[in-house]
């Protein structure tokens, strides 16, 4: 008894501090989010925190304060280690992330690295926009003939759309084969469950709502035709073992298996967010590696969306070369929210280096102007990811043991590095 008790004594002297943190923690984002519609991605912690944070919610200037004043008290912790440690850094960053938001919800303006790193703790790499020219010649060649190449690449994939009465039977037959892959390595509970709808007039072109009790709600943009690739694509990245995935991980083994409050409330202006737009791009690799989504694809989706299978092969090798091209957005948004260029000029770029239709062109804009330096997320984060996983090595059961660890535990992009 006594062994037991000297050992329980210093764990929760560490537990209740951290505890009390996180639960400010989570009233502060609560309350960021009345200020700031869309700020909290996700929340299913008690229902009375949410109503009082609706009913009396401080000012981003004073909810700014708080955040800092919090990350201090958490950086003055000593003597942690382990988990506790982990736990604190996690909290430390997401706090800083809340005050870089709510200070420019104040009206202060952040260049766009500094932004990035304010938010996401992640400093973006530069690659000029030239680096890209020679992707450029090479898709030139899988693509012959007369006019610009985003015309050829628009109007060769635009032979794959999806007809739209077709839409939904693709779609849920891409989600059952990501999730059917996904639970050969990460058991789910028997309770998980989505439930699909198509939109339109959004931002975005999925979306991944998660409503606690390991149940999501995913939504489809059908403002453009949707081709089908995109439907593995949006299975993987908002499904399995996406967005759906590590939500219901971090319910089940961070906010009630450990009791970590903070886990209940998702702020997307966050590291958070690294770490799942990074997973949910990479799991589409992961869950069908080298040619099985053009296998896939053409075995079952093809005919399901009554297309010809014969024209897989060429689509996926359009893709696959396209796929190094998303780095140019990062470039682009970057030159472009930092004043460099004007809107016309990344509208024009965005075309040239995203092999895009101008309707294209304009939905992604309207991405970057919504969600600023988050663009960072997709690319950057994949790769970040990817280099974390495969640093495994090729076995891919080793490969999905890494992931399922990164999804299921306080991961900062620091530790990607690691
Ligand atoms: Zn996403």
Redesign the pocket.
């Given at each position: 008894m006594r062994l037991l008790l000297l050992f329980w004594l210093p764990c929760a002297a560490v537990a209740a501090p951290l505890d009390d943190i996180a639960a400010a923690y989570v009233h502060l984002t609560l309350e960021a989010g009345v200020r700031e519609p869309g700020y909290v991605d996700a929340y299913y912690g008690p229902r009375d925190w949410q109503a009082a944070a609706a009913a009396n919610p401080r000012s981003p200037g004073q909810l700014r304060i708080d955040a800092a004043a919090l990350r201090a008290r958490l950086l003055g912790l000593r003597d942690l280690a382990g988990e506790s440690l982990r736990r604190r850094d996690f909290l430390a960053a997401q706090l800083r992330a809340a005050e870089t938001r709510l200070a420019m919800r104040d009206g202060v303006k952040f260049a766009f690295d500094a932004e990035a790193e304010g938010l996401f703790a992640t400093r973006p790499p530069t690659q000029p926009l030239a680096d890209f020219d020679p992707l450029l010649a090479e898709i030139d060649r899988l693509v012959p003939g007369d006019g610009p190449l985003w015309q050829r690449v628009d109007a060769f994939k635009d032979k794959v759309i999806v007809p739209p009465d077709r839409l939904a039977a693709v779609m849920q037959a891409a989600i059952a084969e990501c999730r059917r892959r996904t639970l050969v390595h990460i058991p789910l509970p028997a309770e998980e469950r989505f439930a699909l709808s198509f939109v339109t007039a959004k931002p975005?072109s999925?979306?991944?709502w998660y409503e606690g009790g390991a149940s999501s709600r995913i939504e489809v943009n059908t403002d453009l035709p949707v081709r089908i690739d995109r439907a593995v694509d949006l299975g993987c990245?908002?499904g399995y073992p996406?967005?759906h995935v590590l939500n219901l991980l971090l319910e089940r083994e961070l906010a009630q298996g450990r009791g970590w409050i903070e886990f209940t409330v998702y702020p997307l202006y966050s590291p958070q967010s690294l770490l799942?737009?990074g997973s949910?791009?990479y799991g589409i690799d992961l869950a069908f590696p080298g040619d099985e989504q053009r296998d896939f694809e053409t075995r079952v989706l093809y005919p399901l969306a009554g297309l010809d299978p014969a024209l897989a092969p060429a689509q996926a090798k359009l893709n696959r070369a396209m796929r190094a091209l998303s780095g140019a957005r990062l470039t682009i948004a970057r030159e472009w929210l930092d004043g460099r260029i004007d809107r016309a000029t990344a509208l024009a770029l965005t075309q040239k280096y995203l092999l895009v239709s101008p309707a294209r062109a304009e939905q992604s804009l309207k991405f970057t102007e919504t969600y600023r330096a988050y663009v960072i997320?997709?690319g950057l984060g994949r790769d970040m990811v990817q280099a974390r996983v495969e640093r495994a090595g090729a076995d891919p059961a080793l490969r999905w043991a890494v992931m399922r660890a990164l999804l299921s535990e306080p991961t900062l992009p620091a530790d990607l590095l690691k």
């Amino acid at each position: 008894m006594r062994l037991l008790l000297l050992f329980w004594l210093p764990c929760a002297a560490v537990a209740a501090p951290l505890d009390d943190i996180a639960a400010a923690y989570v009233h502060l984002t609560l309350e960021a989010g009345v200020r700031e519609p869309g700020y909290v991605d996700a929340y299913y912690g008690p229902r009375d925190w949410q109503a009082a944070a609706a009913a009396n919610p401080r000012s981003p200037g004073q909810l700014r304060i708080d955040a800092a004043a919090l990350r201090a008290r958490l950086l003055g912790l000593r003597d942690l280690a382990g988990e506790s440690l982990r736990r604190r850094d996690f909290l430390a960053a997401q706090l800083r992330a809340a005050e870089t938001r709510l200070a420019m919800r104040d009206g202060v303006k952040f260049a766009f690295d500094a932004e990035a790193e304010g938010l996401f703790a992640t400093r973006p790499p530069t690659q000029p926009l030239a680096d890209f020219d020679p992707l450029l010649a090479e898709i030139d060649r899988l693509v012959p003939g007369d006019g610009p190449l985003w015309q050829r690449v628009d109007a060769f994939k635009d032979k794959v759309i999806v007809p739209p009465d077709r839409l939904a039977a693709v779609m849920q037959a891409a989600i059952a084969e990501c999730r059917r892959r996904t639970l050969v390595h990460i058991p789910l509970p028997a309770e998980e469950r989505f439930a699909l709808s198509f939109v339109t007039a959004k931002p975005w072109s999925g979306y991944n709502w998660y409503e606690g009790g390991a149940s999501s709600r995913i939504e489809v943009n059908t403002d453009l035709p949707v081709r089908i690739d995109r439907a593995v694509d949006l299975g993987c990245h908002e499904g399995y073992p996406g967005h759906h995935v590590l939500n219901l991980l971090l319910e089940r083994e961070l906010a009630q298996g450990r009791g970590w409050i903070e886990f209940t409330v998702y702020p997307l202006y966050s590291p958070q967010s690294l770490l799942a737009e990074g997973s949910a791009n990479y799991g589409i690799d992961l869950a069908f590696p080298g040619d099985e989504q053009r296998d896939f694809e053409t075995r079952v989706l093809y005919p399901l969306a009554g297309l010809d299978p014969a024209l897989a092969p060429a689509q996926a090798k359009l893709n696959r070369a396209m796929r190094a091209l998303s780095g140019a957005r990062l470039t682009i948004a970057r030159e472009w929210l930092d004043g460099r260029i004007d809107r016309a000029t990344a509208l024009a770029l965005t075309q040239k280096y995203l092999l895009v239709s101008p309707a294209r062109a304009e939905q992604s804009l309207k991405f970057t102007e919504t969600y600023r330096a988050y663009v960072i997320n997709y690319g950057l984060g994949r790769d970040m990811v990817q280099a974390r996983v495969e640093r495994a090595g090729a076995d891919p059961a080793l490969r999905w043991a890494v992931m399922r660890a990164l999804l299921s535990e306080p991961t900062l992009p620091a530790d990607l590095l690691k």
